[in-house]
């Protein structure tokens, strides 16, 4: 009979060390506002984020959420947006919900409430990406779903996945953010993508420049941020006044939908187009992002310019998303 004259101790599971790897601190979170995001939260994202570009570039996707659905849901119009989520889920190997051409052909039309259309999407999905036009909603849906929400915009408050989409255009584009001067051109009031960018650079060493029409000035909540924060801050009516020093030129379309009075939009829209001889006088490396869709605020001309990044920043949108996604699902 063969038996063993000494086994060999077994494997004692308390005596191994603690793991040492604490998660990124995303996995199962809901995502509403920039304010989540510290710059080692950031710095994850976008290491995660350049990774992805990496996979895309080499197999074009991976298997890393095969089996996990994200629902899609749009109450607001989108093309990038839920474009990229879509693309960013297929690309990692899991299923989408799209419910993003029009909230009409769904229950939505039928009088159902947000609480109870989210309710019912968890029951299929593992992840919800919300467009709605209440500032506040994305964290009433995030209160009824056990599953993560992702605040893909709320009305003129915040559109935290494009802040992170913008931020990291900016570092692929100019290698830093420290010491970077950055203006921001358009509808500072309503433009959601503003909030959040200004909010997440309020971590870093930058100079901020304002530039709007007087009735659409950034809000007094967030230029008190920024102010709180240290910021060398300045407002001003004129582009011309900032392009000059600018590194980054961030521009962005007034937002005709969150006008009550239409004369007034009428006033405003056509406030600014940044033309060949505007991009003249800027520096030879400043960058022109938007987080689209133009309607006039750059002109075609300027597309060609290797200064424009705008198309780069849509790519860099899949990246993040991909990033994201895998995060919260806990594949970090
Ligand atoms: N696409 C961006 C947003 O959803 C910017 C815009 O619509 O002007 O906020």
């Known amino acids: 009979m063969l038996i063993k004259e000494k086994l060999p101790p077994l494997f004692n599971f308390d005596a191994l060390p603690e793991p040492t ?9 809901d995502v509403i506002s920039v304010s989540q995001f510290d710059t080692e939260r950031l710095d994850y994202i976008f290491s995660r984020a350049g990774e992805m570009r990496e996979l895309v570039e080499r197999v074009g996707s991976t298997d890393l959420l095969r089996g996990r659905v994200l629902a899609c849901l749009f109450y607001e119009p989108s093309t990038r947006t839920s474009a990229s989520f879509i693309s960013a889920m ?14 009409q052909f769904s229950s939505v039309s039928k009088g159902e409430t947000l609480a109870d259309t989210i309710r019912t999407l968890e029951q299929f999905s593992d992840v919800i990406v919300l467009r709605h036009p209440t ?16 605040n893909a915009g709320d009305g003129p408050g915040e559109h935290p996945t494009q802040a992170l989409l913008d931020l990291f255009t900016i570092k692929e584009e100019l290698g830093r953010i420290n010491g970077l001067k950055i203006a921001m051109v358009g509808d500072l009031r309503y433009g959601r993508t503003v909030h959040s960018l200004t909010r997440l650079l309020t971590q870093y060493d930058v100079s901020l420049r304002f530039v709007s029409p007087e009735i659409l000035r950034l809000p007094l909540t967030i230029m008190n941020q920024v102010i709180d924060a240290g910021i060398d801050v300045r407002e001003t009516h004129d582009v011309a006044d900032v392009i000059k020093n600018a590194d980054v030129l961030y521009v962005t379309r007034v937002q005709k939908e969150r006008f009550t009075d239409l004369a007034q939009y009428e006033e405003v829209k056509n406030h600014y187009e940044i033309t060949p001889e505007l991009m003249a006088i ?26 424009a990044a705008y198309f780069r920043q849509v790519r860099n949108g899949m990246y993040i998303r991909m990033a994201l996604l895998a995060a919260v699902l806990g594949k970090a």
């Open 90 to 103: 297929e690309r990692l190997g899991g299923g989408v919900i799209p419910i993003t051409q029009g909230v």
């Open 282 to 307: 800027a520096k030879q490396d400043m960058v022109v992002m938007h987080p689209l869709p133009r309607v006039g605020e750059i002109h075609y001309a300027v597309d060609d310019d290797p200064r």
């Open 135 to 150: 500032v506040g909603s994305a964290q009433v849906a995030a209160d009824y779903a056990a599953i993560p929400v992702i």
């Open 21 to 29: 790897y604490t998660g990124n601190g995303l996995t199962d979170q």
